[in-house]
């Protein structure tokens, strides 16, 4: 049985382009959300997709949005990268409403140049 | 502002010691306290979890103290190893099995020399 898998595992990118991270979740699970980790920090909560729709929101700005296909799987994107964009990107995926237990990927390590 | 705050930042014990992850919060509404562990180059990954309806839970040699009075829990490790070498994060949340969102405190990096 998969975990949550994540891609690319690193990337490189200069300030103002864009990038798009992706992830499939944990079989069986519909619910995908995505954290930002900076070097040293504890994760920050960007956003979560269920059914498709963004169901709830961090304190990020509109640069980072989001996807959910029907197959659960979701894509992060980034526009205008800023070097403070710099950090682990971590999926991670649960089941709405079951057992209290959210499963994380090994993460997107993105830098900005 | 941090809803989730943790300490100490780093921590070095003996193999066979205990060390003890402090973790504190204001946010009363928050009703599942879970730990997670993170090796380098890995996601965090679930150790144990507790509810604000009991004072104390143990999962094989690690154990988490709630004092819900305090707004404060902690974990603790026994007989710890070098395998515990990690970074150690508390979480909390509120309705999780609905909205799924977690607070994570800074972390705590963890040293068990052998």
């Known amino acids: 049985d998969a975990g949550v898998t994540q891609s690319p595992t690193h990337l490189i990118k200069t300030r103002g382009q864009q990038v798009t991270l992706r992830c499939s979740p944990k079989?069986?699970?519909?619910?995908v959300s995505w954290y930002q980790q900076a070097l040293g920090q504890g994760p920050q909560f960007i956003f979560q997709y269920y059914e498709e729709e963004e169901r709830q929101r961090g304190n990020f700005p509109d640069r980072f949005s989001g996807h959910q296909f029907p197959n659960y799987s979701s894509e992060l994107n980034v526009n205008a990268l800023l070097l403070g964009d710099s950090a682990l990107y971590l999926c991670?995926?649960?089941?709405?409403?079951?057992?209290?237990?959210?499963?994380f990927g090994s993460g997107t390590q993105l830098s900005v140049l | 502002q941090q809803q989730v705050k943790q300490s100490p930042q780093s921590l070095i014990v003996q193999k066979g010691g205990i060390p003890i992850i402090n973790c504190a919060y204001e946010?009363?509404?928050?009703?599942?306290f879970p730990w997670y562990q993170q090796f380098p180059g890995k996601g965090p990954a679930l150790l144990i979890a507790?509810?604000?309806?009991?004072s104390e839970k143990k999962e094989g040699r690690f154990t988490i103290s709630f004092n819900k009075s305090a707004k404060q829990f902690s974990l603790h490790i026994m007989d710890s190893q070098p395998g515990d070498s990690a970074t150690y994060f508390c979480a909390a949340s509120k309705e999780f099995s609905t909205l799924g969102r977690l607070y994570f405190g800074r972390g705590t990096q963890l040293t068990v020399w052998p």
């Open positions: 991670a995926s649960s089941l709405q409403g079951a057992e209290e237990k959210l499963f």
């Open positions: 946010n009363t509404a928050f009703d599942y």
């Open positions: 079989s069986g699970h519909d619910t």
């Open positions: 507790i509810r604000p309806d009991v």
